[in-house]
T-cell receptor, first 116, second 113 residues
Framework: QQQVKQSPQSLIVQKGGISIINCAYE??????FPWYQQFPGKGPALLIA?????SEKKEGRFTISFNKSAKQFSLHIMDSQPGDSATYFC???????????????FGQGTILTVHP | NAGVTQTPKFRVLKTGQSMTLLCAQD?????MYWYRQDPGMGLRLIHY???????AKGEVPDGYNVSRLKKQNFLLGLESAAPSQTSVYFC????????????FGQGTRLTVV
């Protein structure tokens, strides 16, 4: 059972455009929503994360929008660059120190290609 | 500043063979994890450990065993490899508290023929 659903599976954007990746979750106990970026041959690395007490978080060209009532969150990459070409994973976890112990539930991943 | 190191990086096994994947972290993290990554399925948790000498099952534990005899090391074993275990395996670690950021190794690509 996939508790975090991610779309689209792949995305092609022109340089300078906006990339948008969407995720939806089912478990309302999730309270931490990170996005990971993975380049070919490398492990995932944390890009940006949000907690449900805020609706938006921005770090440079990357923004997470969070809709708690709809149980959805999305990643927006402004002014997309060829160097942003990678696989992006959304994820969710429950409170650390409780029963989750930081375990992450990942979405299926989105392969982003930014054409120059 | 090594972070999380996985050994080996690539391996080909025949069906029925056994092997152990080694993960080592130098960040003094309490929590360690093993995930497998398959196309279209994201990363799925196999087993995890919340401290030295402890292990627990994740989402897809069948066919795998783990051990954490030392805080910095987390071993993943396949006793009798099957083609369904062909995957890329990632080890990760994180702090007990704080930001909850997970730090991943570079992965082990395993092919079972």
């Amino acid at each position: 059972q996939q508790q975090v659903k991610q779309s689209p599976q792949s995305l092609i954007v022109q340089k300078g455009g906006i990339s948008i990746i969407n995720c939806a979750y089912e478990n309302t106990a999730f309270d931490y929503f990170p996005w990971y970026q993975q380049f070919p041959g490398k492990g995932p690395a944390l890009l940006i994360a949000i907690r449900p007490d805020v609706s938006e978080k921005k770090e440079g060209r990357f923004t997470i929008s969070f809709n708690k009532s709809a149980k959805q969150f999305s990643l927006h990459i402004m002014d997309s660059q060829p160097g942003d070409s990678a696989t992006y994973f959304c994820a969710a976890s429950m409170k650390a120190g409780g029963t989750s112990y930081g375990k992450l539930t990942f979405g299926q991943g989105t392969i982003l290609t930014v054409h120059p | 500043n090594a972070g999380v190191t996985q050994t080996p990086k690539f391996r080909v096994l025949k069906t029925g063979q056994s092997m152990t994947l080694l993960c080592a972290q130098d960040m003094n993290h309490e929590y360690m994890y093993w995930y497998r990554q398959d196309p279209g399925m994201g990363l799925r948790l196999i087993h995890y450990s919340v401290g030295e000498g402890t292990t627990a099952k994740g989402e897809v534990p069948d066919g795998y065993n783990v051990s954490r005899l030392k805080k910095q090391n987390f071993l993943l074993g396949l006793e009798s490899a099957a083609p369904s275990q062909t995957s890329v395996y990632f080890c990760a670690s994180s702090y007990q508290g704080g930001t909850r950021e997970a730090f991943f190794g570079q992965g082990t690509r395993l092919t079972v023929v």
